[in-house]
């Protein structure tokens, strides 16, 4: 385990996955019980039949109208680590790091990186990986499994503006998945996490929602936040494949009431850190 005076991490070495994560200010857990993933655990997706045809079917003269080729009901396979993972923990004077290094299907080398420090309750993400030349339909995933109440609410920024999941969308705006400026979070009445994304814009709130076609997101208990930093599922505009060496970063704080001046600020500062030399 880790321990701070704002957090106790603990992970299960035989797994690489972390079972556990307290707010010991407001001595609350985090992450929810019985969870599929662990916090910050790596998840790859594909279609089960392993082609883009499973969730949607192009049709130019159907979306002239309106039509569209989503199948709401496609299946994926999901896995996380394929063997064993490495984990090591890394002490400085003010933090400490958990590093976990395995492999997940469609990459090689990862090396992940949860940093606690003394003086801060943002806890630092980073994620570096060699990734395969892959042409199939695959993606990507960070897991924030959230132990929260049913009714949860959730914002997002968007254009500058902090926005509310669902309520304060468009009629026909996409719900399934967003594209955040800094930062999204989900939260009930007295508390809530927010992530925060320098690298990678798209997330998915709620559960494993790609090609749903949601006209809003169900609010179960225990909600699962989608970091979503890579995936070759558009058939336009994209490279089918996308290798080589990449690196992502975030952040994860947890709080009291959902402030949103103070989640703009905190995105602007893990978007832009300070440069010192």
């Known amino acids: 385990f880790i321990e ?24 609350r857990e985090l992450i929810a019980r019985d969870a599929a993933w662990g916090f910050f655990q790596l998840v790859h997706e594909r279609p089960s039949t392993n082609e883009r045809s499973a969730f949607h079917v192009r049709s130019v003269e159907g979306e002239r109208y309106g039509r569209t080729g989503w199948k709401p009901d496609w299946q994926a396979t999901r896995t996380g680590y394929s063997e064993k993972p490495a984990c090591a923990v890394e002490k400085r ?12 299907a469609g990459l090689t080398g990862l090396e992940q990186r949860i940093t606690l420090h003394a003086d801060t309750p943002v806890i630092d993400l980073s994620a570096r990986m060699l990734k395969q030349d892959v042409r199939t339909p695959e993606a990507l995933y960070f897991a924030f499994p959230i132990h929260l109440d049913p009714g949860w609410r959730a914002h997002f920024d968007t254009a500058g503006i902090p926005t509310e ?3 304060e969308q ?4 996409c719900r399934d998945w967003v594209t955040v400026d800094t930062f999204a979070s989900v939260h009930q009445a007295d508390f809530g996490v927010t992530l925060y994304c320098p690298d990678a814009p798209l997330v998915q ?5 790609w090609a749903k076609k ?3 997101i169900p609010r179960q208990a225990n909600p699962l936040l989608l970091a979503w930093p890579l995936n070759n599922y558009w058939e336009t505009n994209f490279r089918s494949t996308q ?6 970063r975030y952040a994860f704080a947890s709080h009291g009431p ?6 703009v600020l905190q995105g602007q500062q893990a978007s832009n850190p300070p440069v010192t030399h």
């Open 4 to 27: 701070t005076d704002f957090y106790r991490l603990t992970v299960d070495p035989a797994t690489g996955r972390v079972t556990s994560l307290v707010d010991k200010r407001q001595a």
């Open 93 to 104: 004077d003010r933090s400490a790091t958990l590093v976990i290094k395995g492999q997940v």
């Open 165 to 167: 999941l669902d309520a």
């Open 170 to 173: 468009l009629p026909g705006a």
């Open 205 to 209: 709130i709620g559960n494993f929602h």
């Open 214 to 216: 949601q006209d809003a």
């Open 243 to 248: 290798p080589g060496v990449v690196e992502f």
């Open 258 to 263: 959902f402030d949103p001046v103070a989640a």
